[in-house]
């Protein structure tokens, strides 16, 4: 007698249950399902610029050692342009490093540091401090 009853009072309250999981479903489950469909399509659209950033990244490191192989080849000139390019298209980074190989290429050419329009962007101003 006392198992079925606690058979019963299994039933009874795995259907209330069963109603409240219902009543919250119709409450909230146009809720719920938005908010799944933003999560995915933020996550798909993070995914997508990350991949973008890299596939930039990745070219650049290219343009970057193809400019290098230049400079080893002797061919200044063409190394210069190379690294102007990345100086205008590339990442922040390969951006400052091709700026260096540039200055780099100015020094090892005989122009005066100062001069040069590649260091000016790396030099440092230092204004007397008047007491």
């Known amino acids: 007698m006392a198992n079925t009853e606690d058979t019963l009072m299994r039933e009874v309250q795995e259907e209330l249950r069963r109603e409240r999981m219902e009543q919250l479903w119709k409450q909230y489950g146009t809720y719920?399902?938005?908010?799944?469909?933003?999560?995915?399509?933020?996550?798909?659209?993070?995914?997508?610029?990350?991949?973008?950033?890299?596939?930039?990244?990745?070219?650049?490191?290219?343009a970057f050692e193809n400019a290098d192989f230049l400079v080893e080849e002797k061919k200044v000139d063409e190394a210069r342009k190379a690294f102007e390019d990345l100086v205008k298209t590339a990442p922040a980074g390969y951006a400052a490093l091709a700026r260096l190989r540039l200055a780099g290429l100015d020094v090892s050419a005989g122009e005066k540091t100062r001069h040069s329009p590649n260091m000016k962007r790396w030099q440092v101003t230092l204004k007397p401090m008047h007491c």
């Open 32 to 62: 719920f399902l938005v908010a799944a469909i933003v999560l995915v399509i933020g996550v798909g659209a993070y995914q997508f610029n990350h991949s973008r950033q890299v596939a930039a990244a990745r070219a650049a490191g290219a």
